[in-house]
């Protein structure tokens, strides 16, 4: 079974599906002119906005701070590292690029999953691919297959392998055992995701500004300490990007088709943008028109690969480190350590993988039940939670590799049916999008109200 999950994922993880995403995201941004480089400082200041008219479970700040809190994860530490450490400096480059054009894919996924929203049974809002794929596609069987895939997903890359990174981080600067921080988390856990949404996003609007300060405060101590040698690593950067990198110290070297490749593969990953995931957290979003939220995610692909990803890029470049043949987050540890006295620099990224692994536990538990509620109707969410956090614990405990291939399958899967969406619903997105610019401009609808 693992050997197929293996051979399937690899294959669904080719380069067609990373032309796809990339090429769905510059379509969209030729589509909306660019908005992500026009609306970018409206849109974070949208942010901090709170509306008084509108539907909606949650503020803007809120909505955001729950899919930053799915998003920042492994895929900032890790995975930046190891695109470096496969592809090169220049991966960096081309994580970059795919976070530029992945802010006009947030953005499609955010208007998209407000303008076909619904109010379930309960009273509180659902939204996401699946919906905007049955109401506004009218390819019901696209949703369906969405939230199938979206909420199998989920138990895989925003549940176990998050808490096994958790425990394993937890185990080797404590010596506590898997098995007790797994029942830790599983209990934090629980106690937050049985509030719900409204929870979910209170915590992470505590938890994630923390987590990203401390994360931020390393890197940049770690940069500044080789600033003389910051240069270099911008240099190797822009130079690589194009050419690829030759072995040197420990690294293996890397052409360019490699180069492109993890960049792209890795800043994906770590945005999640054309995955369908933060959509459904965009949803639950209060506010009184679909462009103002639209603008507010597309700022999380900002934030997540063009700050985060790059404070982990530019403290690998500059330190040098990433030549000693070290990967994932080992890598990005040396690269900490270069700038910070003794310990600190592992025990801050050892703290960042735990809090940033916690935060998408919670996050994933709220996409992966809304894709359950889809197919079976909110009366059974709460088995959902309760398998979510029994699963957890599982996470803590066990090897992963099959769990790894199974997630990665589930989640190219869910990929597939969110882009058809996207590209088609394009033509009337490029339409509404600009009906909502104008109207930002003529004062009829508010900026901020």
């Known amino acids: ?65 729950t899919a930053l809190a799915a998003t920042v994860g492994m ?64 390819k019901k069987w696209l949703g369906v297959s969405f939230a199938v895939f979206g909420s199998l997903a989920a138990f895989g890359i925003g549940n176990m392998i998050q808490a096994n990174t958790a425990a394993v981080a937890v185990a080797e600067s404590t010596g506590l055992t898997n098995f007790s921080v797994g029942a830790g988390l599983s209990i934090l856990t629980a106690m937050v995701i049985i509030g719900g949404i409204k ?10 500004p923390i987590m990203v300060v401390i994360y931020f405060i390393g890197a940049v101590t770690a940069i500044f300490s080789n600033l003389d040698r910051l240069g270099i690593g911008l240099q190797l950067i822009f130079e690589h ?3 690829g990198t030759a072995a040197t110290g420990g690294f293996l070297g890397a052409s360019l088709a490699q ?4 960049g792209v593969a890795r800043g994906l990953f770590s945005n999640e943008s054309g995955m369908g995931s933060a959509p459904i957290a965009a949803a639950a979003a209060k506010t009184n028109h679909p462009g103002k939220q639209a603008l507010v995610s597309m700022s999380g692909t900002f934030l997540d690969t063009l700050v985060i990803c790059s404070l982990t890029a530019l403290a690998l470049a500059s330190s040098g480190v990433w030549v000693s043949g070290e990967t994932g987050v080992a890598l990005t540890m040396q690269a900490f350590s270069t700038g910070l006295p003794d310990q600190w620099g592992s025990l801050i990224v050892t703290l960042s993988a735990v809090t940033f692994a916690f935060s998408t536990i919670l996050g994933w538990q709220y996409y992966g039940e809304k894709c359950f509620e889809y197919l079976f109707g909110s009366r059974w969410v709460h088995y959902y939670r309760y398998a979510w956090v029994v699963f957890v614990f599982v996470g803590a405990v066990i090897k ?18 969110n ?23 003529d004062g009829s609808i508010g900026k901020f109200d």
């Not at 530029?100 to 996401?128: F, Q």
Request: net charge positive; hydrophobic share 50%; with cysteine.
């Open 199 to 208: 929870r979910i996003a209170d915590v992470a609007s505590y938890l994630v």
């Open 419 to 441: 882009l058809i969406g996207l590209i088609l619903l394009s033509g009337a997105l490029k339409k509404d999008t600009q009906a909502f610019e104008s109207g930002v401009r």
């Open 259 to 262: 180069t492109i490749r993890y």
């Open 400 to 417: 992963l590799e099959l769990v790894w291939n199974f997630s990665d399958a589930m989640n190219a899967l869910m990929a597939v049916p």
């Open 241 to 243: 990007a194009f050419t």
């Open 75 to 138: 895929g900032n530490i890790a995975g930046v590292s190891t695109a470096v450490a496969l592809g090169g400096p220049g991966a960096i480059f081309w994580m970059w690029v795919t976070g530029l054009v992945g802010m006009a894919t947030k953005y499609s996924e955010g208007y998209l999953a407000v303008k076909y929203r619904k109010i379930n049974a309960d009273g509180e809002i659902s939204g996401g691919p699946m919906y905007y794929l049955e109401k506004g596609l009218g």
């Open 1 to 65: 079974m693992n050997q197929f999950f293996a051979s399937f994922a690899g294959l669904m993880w080719g380069p067609w599906l990373l032309v796809l995403l990339l090429g769905a995201g510059f379509w969209l941004t030729f589509c909306l002119r660019g908005i992500q480089f026009r609306n970018l400082f409206y849109a974070l200041r949208l942010v901090f906005s709170k509306e008084r008219k509108g539907e909606g479970d949650i503020s803007h700040f809120g909505s955001l701070m």
